[in-house]
């Protein structure tokens, strides 16, 4: 009696942990809210000059509500920014060249603002800016804001759940919950800079029939000397050996089963089990986030809701959203629309993830009244979430006012195969990053071969682990993704290494003019002295004036790979720009001091740029 109490003991300390974390969210949120400093996105050069164009497109063509892109046009191309009118022309029921003409024409008559003159090309209308006060504008803005810069208050006021990383205890985290946790971290960063107040949830896999077979496993073949030793890895053999054999004795299966229904009761034997485990696994996984720069506000587990799914079982049931099955007793919930049916309680009287995550997503409406709740969860779970937002907007348990989301991603391939634990072909995470900062280290010490064995050990666990960041992060989320080393670690282009290597040679560069020229104080650099000679400096400037509008971009996509493309392209813009300047013999001091706060704007875009993906610049290579 003494022990069940013990473990009824242990949930009611598990949920008072739960409810601490959560109390300090709250607050959390009430003070931002309150006290944070938004960054007007009307402030931004970008929306100003789309302001002018879109006051004269609206009055142009007589459409109030017309949505006008600006896009920066190839550089063969004769303007600064071109507005492309298929949109607009198809809704007129106009010739899209006609349509392109009438707009250019008034913008001609008014050269408003920051719009200098247009010219049709097709279906297109290329503007042509002020180019000297635009680049002004630019700089100076940048300058004013410093790290600020991108930041906005597009989304001010409005909380937003980032459900993300979610690894099952007694198991190493592998390389398919680090999309996850890759994917989800970039994009609470994205949200937060757009202005939202985030909370970022591991919802960790802590509950469910996999820790009967874990149980029966280690009950089984459990040695207390190799767990002492590798806690994680032996849980994992055991989950392994687990399924292994069950492929021949069907009945290990039925016995798990079992098991799991125990643990469900709350039985004492299987309460003590299961928490160890848990805790065991949380401390490896911290571990692993620490070195990827990972934190969460909470970790609050699916056994959390195991109650509260019951009753939510029982509530649909009562006002009819599901029916329980005369012939197995299991509860189903018919077919909703084009949504196929689906169980919400086994036959055997326990949940399932679904009834677990309609509790979830109750209780996370009710505690932090969030306006968006994402799921960062494999492509493979598409028709879960479905279901899930489906019965839950017809239950009310998620208010109108509340926006659910799947972000779905591809697998990761291992010899064009999806991995498992159970088969034992999963990259263990452990594995793949000390495999990415040694193969980094070989490449710092070709570039560098007298490095100092400490400065080079720090900086090759910034570039390794970049490096797999960025690998995940530049290709388009829903798609399948393979591991190329050589793609991963290329100096030239295309990897994280490379905006972190054209981040530490624009430092480079900036400590040579210090040497030469003494320090340089951007400060008194007044607004009306930023000029410019080349091109170059200008495409340049206006690649770092579209940074807000690429953040803005990949939160309102959920696609973190924006920003990946946006760097990249602003990186071959600066090299473009270095190749053909030299600031070191710039002998007009105010033209020096601009092409100096081009380049460290530039540095600064790239350093920010990649904060928010996670991903750390080294300030030597």
Known sequence: MEMKEKNQDEFEKYKAEVAESVSVVQKRIIEEKKNRNYVKFSDYPSEELKDDVVKTVRESLGIEDAEVGLSVPPSHVPGDFAIEVFALAKKLGEKPNEVAKKIADDINKGQAGLVKDATVAGAFVNVET????LYQDILSKILELGESYGESDINAGK?????YSAPNIAKPIGVGHLRSTIIGQALSNIYHETGYSVVRDNHLGDWGTQFGSLIYAYKE?????KIAGNPIGELKDLYVRFHQLSEE???????ARELFVRLEKKDQE?????????????????????????KFDTNIGESYFTEQADKLVDECLANGFCRKDEASEAVVVDQMGDIPSFLLRKQDGSSLYLSRDLATLQFRANTFKPDAVLYVVGNEQDLNFKQLFELAKRAKYMPDGMVAKHIGFGMVLREGKKMSTRKGTLIELDELISQSIEKSK???LQKNPDADPKELDKVAEIVGIGAILYNDLRQSRV??????????LDLEGGSAVYLQYSYVRINSILRKLTETYGEIDLSTLDKGDISFTNKSEFDLAKKLMMFPEIIAKAQETDSPHHVCVYLEELALLFNSFYNETSILKTEDQKLRDSRIALSKSVALVIKKGLSLLNIKVPEKM
């Open 221 to 225: 073949w459990g040695d207390e000397k």
């Open 130 to 133: 002020h180019k000297e006060r």
């Open 479 to 488: 798609k399948n993704i393979s591991f190329d080393w050589d793609r991963m």
């Open 270 to 294: 299987m309460v003590a089990l299961w928490k160890r485990f848990r805790d065991l696994s949380l401390k490896d996984f911290e571990r692993v986030y620490e070195q990827l720069g990972i």
């Open 442 to 444: 070989e490449i710092l």
């Open 159 to 163: 909380t937003a759940i980032i459900d």
């Open 249 to 255: 004795h069907p009945e290990m299966k039925d016995k």
